[in-house]
């Protein structure tokens, strides 16, 4: 059934109130069971052997020994896991980054697994597996994989998005142009021009807990997989076409998950899990170690960018630039295109154009972090906005407003705006006390703004109402950041009843409809609406169960502040009945009492926000410290405004590692130099400021309560607040993130000559 | 007769045309249309397309009807974090 998805201005009792997060006591107390926690009878712990080398073909692998060690039920090779993807490139690529098929693609890559009864039979039985390796020539830098002499990764790349086809195979896979105006003619009536190259390295998400699974295969061909995971059912589809499995007989449970932020929205090893149980018959369980998690899962793009940006001496910007070359990883993606999507996104530009390359190298396969790909394109942008503001004697924040993107505005990237939020981000930038605040030595102030997408996607709910009046939700988004609070409180706005009446549960994928994956920031706006309409619907029934308690015609039934009331002519005496009385009837009225829907949740509503950052530079070391830190961001409509907050604050938190201190470091063997938290350092809470916040809601026109996602915008501003801020602090313009003590201090030497 | 402005990549699966005609009144008879009229689109079919009409984004809902003067923008599907 179609709903109305239409904002209504919806007056709210609970919704936009800050309860107690549901999950909250079981994650302190421990009891939460994330992806490690499980365990299964005759269980076996399944261990990867990874290729040390950068490129490299693989000769021979010889398993034999490792298959007689005592304890050791099964190894796998590529051999395990045919090729049953019937030409689907795609997913054939996910099958070989799962298992390396003749060549290792990147120190790291998988190429033999085994299962065994314990982890040291496992671990000796990796050191068993004799793989005879000829090593291929290696390229980890995007420029130079971009080079005609660079070795090609994978032979079946032609460039798409050029005209013609090249007839080679090349590392470039896909040039991606977006824009609209002449620049070149906006560039000739510019007072002012800009020019101006940044770099930006590698980074993962760095999410606190590894991958883990627990793998179950009978010889009846149903399985189980438990695990931790962005997205189960996502995962479920997958698996079953990579072990040719029936949908139906895999039943794929996720954990509670401990950060996903794009991460956990791929298979890595979970497909290897599977093949191990299949061949041993008994469950294993998988557990990435951290040194796994950087060198085999799915970090951020690294990235090399020119930007060029024309303006008027009054601040009008007439031409706007900028050429994105992203890495992709090993495997095709689509990085660098949605980073010449996003790039000028916030602007209101007459004549602009951007031009993404996706480019192949040998490091892991690229996967989504946080609005993937935004903030390497606004370290630049939201850089040289910067330069040329300084140029043009404007203040930075007057000249965004100036240039801001509004409702009517062509979109760089294609459309024409609705009502959107920048303007009123950068309105509240300017008025913020944050801005008017006193600076000392060596510090300095800098800010930007982001952009992200959102979307929404398909989703399913179930409500029933039990018959002492409590409600289960079931949704099908996992929950990373607070939604199934958020959702209780979507359920008990409706129904009106209150937060604690209700109970929002993830279900398993034999337990609902297909439900997308919580990316995109949709976890709260899809299954928000689905939840309001399952509501209603429930409503619906409610009120026929007071009719027939009743005996009076539905007609007559209206449901008001969480009680079904009688109206019209000979029913006004009746008293209200509550939800609680009517659920404790359903027995004898028509049974269980429950609501229902399915929606494809599109239109989720675009998001900016703006964000202001104070630092302090040690001259003499190059440290950088966070001393001020503030969000401001547009929510549509904030449900629980805790968790909105919490969303806006670890964005900004990570983005601030991703600024000043994480890299992906690579040696001329092309192997990863810091594969661990020691040595890749994300920030701790005393590298860290209070991150202030600040909530505008500008209702999505397309959602009923007028939702916006909020996860993922915040990380698209920090890495150009903190350059610009650390370039005012430093007095050089940094040009390179991260922006690490070495750098700084080099880049001040170097002005200091 | 609508007016179907052609983004990135996908301008390429369509000859290099920026714009392109199609008639259609909702965004399933507009998907079918284009892959009949240009079958390179099909590789943007699989990995994912997107429509924008009046600059709302729409992924999966292909039974929004679509009227003659709208904006109408393909887009490629766009993953998240």
């Given at each position: 059934m179609q709903h109305d998805t239409s904002y209504t201005d919806q007056k709210f009792k609970v919704v936009g109130t800050r309860p107690n997060r549901p999950d909250g006591v079981d994650k302190v107390t421990g009891r939460a069971r994330y992806g490690a926690d499980v365990t299964a009878p005759g269980q076996l712990v399944g261990r990867i052997l990874r290729s040390p080398h950068a490129h490299a073909?693989?000769?021979?692998?010889?398993?034999?020994?490792?298959?007689?060690?005592?304890?050791v039920k099964a190894v796998i090779t590529s051999a395990d896991l045919p090729d049953l993807t019937e030409g689907n490139r795609g997913m054939l690529d996910i099958l070989e980054n799962c298992m390396a098929r003749?060549?290792?693609?990147?120190?790291?890559?998988?190429?033999?697994?085994?299962?065994?009864?314990?982890?040291?039979?496992?671990?000796?039985?990796?050191?068993?597996?004799?793989?005879?390796?000829?090593k291929l020539p290696h390229v980890t830098d995007v420029d130079k994989a971009m080079e005609a002499d660079a070795p090609v990764i994978q032979d079946y790349v032609f460039t798409r998005g050029v005209e013609p086809t090249p007839k080679t195979p090349s590392n470039i896979v896909a040039v991606s142009e977006f824009g609209h105006g002449d620049v070149e003619a906006g560039f000739a009536a510019a007072d002012v021009i800009v020019e101006k190259s940044f770099k930006t390295e590698q980074t993962h998400q760095g999410y606190i807990e590894p991958h883990a699974c627990l793998a179950s295969v009978n010889s009846d061909g149903s399985a189980e997989l438990?695990?931790?995971?962005?997205?189960?059912?996502?995962?479920?589809?997958?698996?079953?076409?990579?072990?040719?499995?029936?949908?139906?007989?895999?039943?794929?449970?996720?954990?509670?998950?401990?950060?996903?932020?794009?991460?956990?929205?791929?298979?890595?090893?979970?497909?290897?899990?599977?093949?191990?149980?299949?061949?041993?018959?008994r469950?294993?369980?998988?557990?990435?170690?951290?040194?796994?998690?950087?060198?085999?899962?799915?970090?951020?793009?690294?990235?090399?960018?020119?930007?060029?940006?024309?303006?008027?001496?009054?601040?009008?910007?007439?031409?706007?630039?900028?050429?994105?070359?992203?890495?992709?990883g090993a495997f095709p993606g689509i990085w660098?295109?949605?980073?010449?999507?996003?790039?000028?996104?916030?602007?209101?530009?007459?004549?602009?154009?951007?031009?993404?390359?996706?480019?192949?190298?040998?490091?892991?396969?690229?996967?989504?972090?946080?609005?993937?790909?935004?903030?390497?394109?606004?370290?630049?942008?939201?850089?040289?906005?910067?330069?040329?503001?300084?140029?043009?004697?404007?203040?930075?924040?007057?000249?965004?407003?100036?240039?801001?993107?509004?409702?009517?505005?062509?979109?760089?990237?294609?459309?024409?705006?609705?009502?959107?939020?920048?303007?009123?981000?950068?309105?509240?930038?300017?008025?913020?006390?944050?801005?008017?605040?006193?600076?000392?030595?060596?510090?300095?102030?800098?800010?930007?703004?982001?952009?992200?997408?959102?979307?929404?996607?398909q989703t399913c709910v179930d409500l029933n109402i039990g018959v002492d009046g409590t409600v289960t939700l079931t949704v099908g988004t996992v929950d990373v950041g607070g939604s199934r609070a958020a959702l209780c409180l979507i359920a008990a706005e409706e129904l009106g009843i209150p937060y604690e009446q209700v109970k929002t549960n993830i279900a398993d994928t034999a337990s609902l409809g297909h439900n997308d994956m919580t990316e995109g920031s949709r976890g709260t706006f899809s299954s928000g609406m689905a939840a309001i309409f399952a509501a209603r619907e429930a409503i619906e029934v409610l009120r026929q169960r007071a009719a027939k308690m009743w005996d009076i015609p539905v007609e007559a039934v209206v449901w008001e502040e969480g009680q079904a009331k009688a109206t019209g002519k000979g029913h006004g005496n009746l008293p209200p009945l509550s939800l609680k009385e009517i659920a404790a009837r359903a027995p004898t009225t028509g049974g269980p009492i429950a609501g229902h829907n399915?929606?494809?949740?599109?239109?989720?509503?675009?998001?900016?926000?703006?964000?202001?950052?104070?630092?302090?530079?040690?001259?003499?070391?190059?440290?950088?410290?966070?001393?001020?830190?503030?969000?401001?961001?547009?929510?549509?409509?904030?449900?629980?405004?805790?968790?909105v907050e919490g969303q806006f604050q670890g964005g900004a938190a990570q983005g601030i590692g991703w600024a000043l201190n994480e890299e992906y470091i690579y040696g001329d063997d092309g192997c990863l130099q810091n594969p661990g938290f020691l040595d890749y350092r994300i920030p701790v809470c005393s590298d860290l400021p209070f991150i202030d916040t600040q909530i505008l809601e500008i209702p999505n026109p397309n959602h009923p309560y007028g939702v916006r996602g909020v996860g993922e915008t915040s990380i698209v501003p920090p890495l150009a607040a903190i350059g610009n801020a650390v370039s005012n602090a430093a007095g050089v313009r940094m040009d390179h993130v991260p922006m690490s003590p070495p750098r700084i201090l080099k880049a001040i030497e170097d002005a200091n000559g | 007769m609508l007016q179907v402005s052609l983004t990135g990549s996908l301008r390429s699966a369509a000859g290099g045309a920026e714009v392109i005609e199609i008639e259609a009144g909702t965004i399933r008879e507009l998907m079918a249309k284009i892959v009949e009229r240009y079958p390179a689109m099909n590789q943007h079919f699989d990995s994912g397309i997107a429509v924008a009409i009046n600059g709302e984004i729409y992924r999966d809902n292909w039974d929004v009807e679509i009227a003659a003067d709208s904006e109408v923008f393909l887009l490629p599907r766009i993953p998240g974090g």
């Open positions: 073909r693989i000769k021979k692998i010889d398993t034999s020994r490792a298959e007689k060690l005592s304890g003749g060549r290792a693609l990147y120190d790291g890559h998988a190429v033999a697994a085994v299962a065994a009864i314990d982890a040291q039979t496992a671990k000796k039985a990796l050191k068993l597996i004799k793989v005879s390796y000829e438990w695990v931790t995971t962005q997205g189960h059912f996502g995962f479920r589809s997958n698996c079953a076409e990579l072990l040719g499995l029936d949908i139906a007989k895999l039943k794929v449970t996720s954990s509670e998950i401990g950060g996903g932020f794009g991460g956990k929205t791929h298979v890595w090893m979970e497909p290897v899990a599977l093949a191990l149980s299949r061949k041993a018959n469950p294993v369980k998988l557990v990435m170690s951290r040194e796994e998690v950087f060198r085999a899962t799915g970090p951020t793009s690294s990235t090399s960018v020119d930007v060029k940006i024309g303006a008027k001496k009054d601040g009008t910007i007439t031409a706007a630039l900028a050429v994105l070359r992203y890495q992709d660098g295109m949605l980073g010449a999507m996003t790039s000028w996104a916030c602007y209101d530009i007459p004549n602009v154009k951007s031009v993404g390359y996706d480019v192949l190298v040998n490091r892991p396969k690229v996967a989504a972090y946080r609005a993937p790909s935004a903030p390497m394109a606004a370290f630049g942008i939201e850089s040289t906005m910067d330069i040329v503001a300084k140029k043009i004697r404007m203040k930075p924040i007057d000249f965004r407003i100036k240039n801001a993107a509004k409702e009517g505005t062509l979109a760089s990237y294609g459309p024409t705006y609705g009502p959107i939020g920048i303007g009123p981000t950068l309105d509240a930038a300017k008025n913020h006390p944050h801005m008017k605040a006193r600076l000392r030595k060596n510090q300095g102030r800098g800010m930007a703004c982001g952009f992200w997408f959102n979307f929404g996607g399915e929606v494809v949740a599109d239109n989720a509503g675009v998001s900016f926000a703006s964000h202001i950052c104070d630092v302090e530079v040690d001259p003499e070391t190059g440290a950088t410290k966070v001393i001020r830190y503030t969000v401001i961001q547009d929510a549509g409509k904030a449900i629980h405004p805790d968790y | -």
